[in-house]
């Protein structure tokens, strides 16, 4: 089934360890989008990629680190995780940029930072 | 700076009518999208308006008035299956995606 995939679901990680977040899509899509999501806020980008080879930060980038080596892989890193960083994170993907462009989302990765 | 603002939570009874209102303020605009996020899954895309008007498909309708920077999602003939939370995002002028913090939808049969 097309779509999007992330690992892990959910995940406890001690502050100060490192974690990388999966993300995968078969879509071909060329943009793909970290964000998280916190009760009673809005998602937040946290960076984003255009197109393979790319990445840009969005509007909470710090603590967080992202590559995209090739279209379909997208993984986001937390080089010391903090509590602060504790939230369900979503990756998505569009075809582009630009206008009419739906973002298509993962199912989600919960992370709790003690 | 940019802001999107719903409301927090509304309740309606099943079979019955809803709107549910959206106002932005954007650097540039590139378009409205709405979103439906049933608890403790992904968003999924409901809707997109980048012209002024109502846009209808089945059960739900949006629309979109750029000059006073609203939108709404109009939802007809509720079930209970629309119990959900609806993310208004507004497109700016570097086509990222300014998100609400949702308004979640609880129907009472």
């Known amino acids: 089934i097309a779509g999007i995939t992330q690992a892990p679901t959910s995940q406890i990680l001690a502050a100060g360890r490192r974690m990388t977040l999966r993300c995968t899509q078969d879509?071909?899509?060329?943009?793909m989008y970290w964000y998280r999501q916190d009760l009673g806020l809005g998602l937040r980008l946290i960076h984003y990629?255009?197109?393979?080879?790319?990445?840009g930060k969005g509007e909470v980038p710090d603590g967080y680190s992202v590559s995209r080596a090739n279209t379909d892989d997208f993984p986001l890193t937390l080089a010391s995780a903090v509590p602060s960083q504790t939230s369900v994170y979503f990756c998505a993907s569009s075809d582009s940029t630009g206008p009419y462009n739906e973002q298509f989302f993962g199912p989600g990765t919960r992370l709790t930072v003690l | 700076g940019q802001n999107i603002d719903q409301p927090t939570e509304m309740t309606a009874t099943e079979g019955a009518i809803v709107q549910i209102n959206c106002t932005y303020q954007?650097?540039?605009?590139?378009?409205l999208f709405w979103y439906q996020q049933h608890a403790g899954e992904a968003p999924t895309f409901l809707s997109y308006n980048v012209l002024d008007g109502l846009e209808e498909k089945g059960r739900f309708s949006s629309f979109l008035s750029r000059s006073k920077g609203y939108s709404y999602l109009l939802l007809k003939e509720l079930q209970m299956k629309d119990s959900a939370s609806y993310l208004c995002?507004?497109?700016?002028?570097?086509?990222?995606?300014?998100w609400g913090a949702g308004t979640k939808l609880i129907i009472k049969p």
């Open positions: 995002a507004a497109l700016d002028s570097n086509y990222q995606l300014i």
């Open positions: 990629s255009n197109t393979a080879g790319t990445t």
């Open positions: 954007t650097s540039g605009f590139n378009g």
């Open positions: 879509m071909r899509h060329n943009a």
